[in-house]
């Protein structure tokens, strides 16, 4: 019989299916696993702003997790965003009981319809509380610039080397129009992996749907690096599929809109 290891997110919902928890589920399932969650924060959001957010209560979250941990063999767990520093305080205290279990880390600090959340004590809790528990932590270039200001690849390495963690630096906010430039920095490793950039309206979600990715193929027994580039592969795979998907539903502007995870049959 076929095995579905299981992955579980921990991660905001959004409300139009583009990104966080939803977007997650998607990519587990579409990879062949069987995704799971625990809700950070429902969203009132469609592809054009978040309306609202609500962080659900620490205690509820750590019910969700306890509640999966205590009964699943987990294979790999993703985190996406937190609504706030106490919610990854509790959350790594437990993943800290659970160290054999891969994770991988989207240090989410906004969304691609402009709103922002990040606080300092948010960025302060992702450094010193999740990336040294993380197995990889996937920051884009805004990201990177306010976890580790001014940093250089070689400082990357050297944070990579003390918390044993692999960083996944994503270059699709880069200025060439053509190709987007990843870095895999794993202490002495780096590795630059490029892809034509996609010119589409619907790229909602991308950094999500990577980071569930990774997880998933972690998940189906592949190495860190083999995982990263097969993940960019999907996401760069689901881009191209989703050329006007959703377009005649909208009843106003067209931009940042989801992605189809549908295999093409
Ligand atoms: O893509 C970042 C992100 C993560 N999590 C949730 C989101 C978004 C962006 O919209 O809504 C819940």
Not at 103 to 110: H, K, N
Not at 221 to 245: C, E, F, M, P, W
Request: glycine letters at 4%; proline letters at 3%.
């Amino acid at each position: 019989m076929k095995k579905y290891p299981i992955c579980v997110t921990i991660a905001g919902s959004d409300s139009c299916a583009g990104a966080g928890i939803q977007a997650d589920l998607k990519t587990f399932q579409t990879l062949q696993c069987y995704g799971m969650s625990v809700i950070t924060a429902t969203t009132a959001q469609n592809h054009l702003a978040i309306n609202e957010m609500h962080p659900i209560p620490v205690t509820h979250v750590e019910t969700q997790l306890n509640t999966l941990l205590d009964e699943y063999d987990v294979a790999a767990i993703k985190t996406g965003m937190f609504a706030n520093a106490e919610q990854i305080e509790s959350v790594t205290c437990i993943l800290n009981n659970y160290a054999q279990i891969p994770l991988i880390v989207d240090p989410v600090l906004g969304s691609s319809s402009g709103t922002e959340w990040e606080s300092h004590t948010l960025v302060e809790a992702i450094k010193n509380l999740l990336l040294p528990r993380a197995t990889m932590i996937t920051p884009n270039l805004v990201e990177a610039s306010r976890l580790f200001p001014d940093y250089s690849i070689s400082d990357l390495q050297s944070i990579s080397e003390s918390t044993n963690t692999a960083i996944l630096l994503k270059g699709g906010h880069g200025i060439d129009e053509t190709t987007v430039t990843d870095s895999f920095i794993n202490k002495n490793d780096v590795l630059t992996i490029r892809h034509e950039r996609i010119s589409t309206l619907n790229s909602h979600g991308t950094g999500c749907t990577l980071a569930s990715a990774i997880a998933a193929n972690i998940a189906l027994g592949n190495d860190l690096q083999n995982s990263t580039k097969t993940a960019i592969d999907y996401v760069h795979q689901t881009l191209s599929n989703s050329r006007n998907y959703l377009h005649d539903s909208c009843k106003n502007e067209l931009r940042n809109l989801p992605m189809n995870h549908t295999i093409k049959l």
